[in-house]
Each structure stands twice: as structure tokens, then as C-alpha cells.
């Protein structure tokens, strides 16, 4: 089992930037695929990123960010990150990160393990 918390969520203007951490506990990230989703009120949860743990650290990413955010790791810190760039209104929305055994997958419900969301808001 793994338990994810996230953190660095928060309020920012159009343009700025913001980290979120997910760190991992109960067990190493090492065979296991961890993605962010991102959820806004009224709409579905909607794939933001993923990073395959045990494969060198491959990375995908929705359309609607790519280029503006990067996710990344920390293998001594079990912790993985999501560099936002460029935010837009459009951005905000609670942040989840995910994890599961195996390879990354772009859809929530293959995800068995899941954090309790940062809210990130941006302003106009």
C-alpha cells in the first residue's frame, strides 16, 4: 500500500507558477506509475501528468499542458513534483496525485492509490 500527500497548492496570478509535491509513504515508488489529475467543480477529473517510477523516468502529458508543466522525481525523497508554468484561469481546479503498479495510464479509475488534493487557483 501506498499513502500519498500532497502540497504546494495555492492562489497565483495568470502567468505565475507553482510547485506541488506528492510525497509517498508505505512503500517505494519504485514499481509503481504516479500521475496528476486535476479536477474542477462540475467538470470529470482529467489526466495533467504522469511519470513511470521504475523505467527511467518516462513522462506523458495531457495536451492542454504540455510545455507548461513538467513532472519530475526525487527517488531519495519518495517524492514527485509538478513544475506549473504559464497558469491560466483555466488551470485551476484540486490537484490529485495518483499512483499504481505497473506502467502510467492516462484514466483515474486505473489508479488504486490516491492523495487528498491541493487546491491551486489561478487569478486573472
Known amino acids: 500500500q501506498v499513502q500519498l500527500v500532497e502540497s504546494g497548492g495555492g492562489l497565483v496570478q495568470a502567468g505565475g507558477s507553482l510547485r506541488l509535491s506528492c510525497a509517498a509513504s508505505g512503500r517505494s515508488f519504485s514499481t509503481y506509475a504516479v500521475a496528476w489529475f486535476r479536477q474542477a467543480p462540475g467538470k470529470e477529473r482529467e489526466f495533467v501528468a504522469s511519470?513511470?517510477?521504475?523505467?527511467?523516468?518516462?513522462?506523458s502529458y495531457a495536451d492542454s499542458v504540455k510545455g507548461r508543466f513538467t513532472i519530475s522525481r526525487d527517488n531519495a525523497k519518495n517524492t514527485v513534483y509538478l513544475q506549473m508554468n504559464s497558469l491560466k484561469p483555466e488551470d485551476t481546479a484540486v490537484y490529485y496525485c495518483?499512483?499504481?503498479?505497473?506502467?502510467?495510464?492516462?484514466?483515474?479509475?486505473?489508479?488504486?492509490?490516491w492523495g487528498q488534493g491541493t487546491q491551486v487557483t489561478v487569478s486573472s
Open positions: 511519470i513511470n517510477w521504475w523505467s527511467g523516468g518516462s513522462t
Open positions: 495518483a499512483a499504481r503498479a505497473g506502467v502510467p495510464r492516462p484514466y483515474s479509475h486505473e489508479y488504486a492509490y
